[in-house]
């Protein structure tokens, strides 16, 4: 499954993105805005368990490479909740630090969102970020979320604690 977003396009992960997943994963302002699950420094051998990892999903797919003029500049995903969240989904993205204030990312954001909405049954979509990264939370704002709530000093990243920010879309306002 393809996507075009117009500035970019996902497609799923193939292994011959290893190296240049790599080239552009390890670096420490990638890193700082994004979970635990994403190591640093990323070596060759996390980018080979993350494609593979991808490409065992399966179909409907849910995690994507974000491609930008034929060269792998991220990656993005939908992650389906279960359980009393039930037609609830959590939409998360990155980009290589290239490829930022260049509207990719809220292209990306929009594109994903109406997929997930038209491949999954889902009424709702999430997505968190630090209190610190606000050009991520403007990326959602621009895609239509709304801020629904702040986790006061939830996290800590390197070592820093701050806020998580909570925002939502509703498949009705897509």
């Known amino acids: ?7 970019c396009r996902l497609r799923p992960s193939r ?7 790599v080239r552009i994963a390890n670096d420490r302002e990638v890193w700082r805005n994004l979970t635990d ?18 490409q065992a999903e399966g179909e409907p797919t849910r995690s994507f490479a974000v491609e930008v003029d034929a060269q792998l500049a991220g990656g ?19 980009l290589g630090r290239s490829y930022w204030a260049r509207g990719v990312a809220t292209a990306l954001a929009k594109a994903l969102s109406a997929y997930a909405f038209e491949t999954f049954d889902l009424e709702r979509l999430q997505a ?9 939370a403007r990326v959602l704002e621009k895609a239509g979320y709304q801020l629904e709530g702040r986790l006061r000093r939830a996290v ?9 920010l909570l925002y939502g879309l ?4 897509i």
Not at 77 to 93: D, K, N
């Open 1 to 7: 499954m393809e996507i075009d977003a117009g500035l």
């Open 15 to 21: 292994m011959a993105d290893r190296d240049a997943l």
């Open 37 to 54: 699950r994403f190591p640093h420094p990323y070596t060759a051998a996390d980018a080979e368990a993350w494609i593979k990892a991808c």
């Open 76 to 94: 993005a995903g939908v992650r389906l909740l279960g359980g009393e969240r039930t037609g609830s989904g959590e939409i998360g993205y990155w």
């Open 128 to 136: 968190t970020v630090f209190a610190w990264n606000a050009a991520s």
């Open 156 to 164: 800590v990243k390197g070592g820093e604690r701050t806020d998580l």
């Open 170 to 173: 509703l498949k009705s306002e």
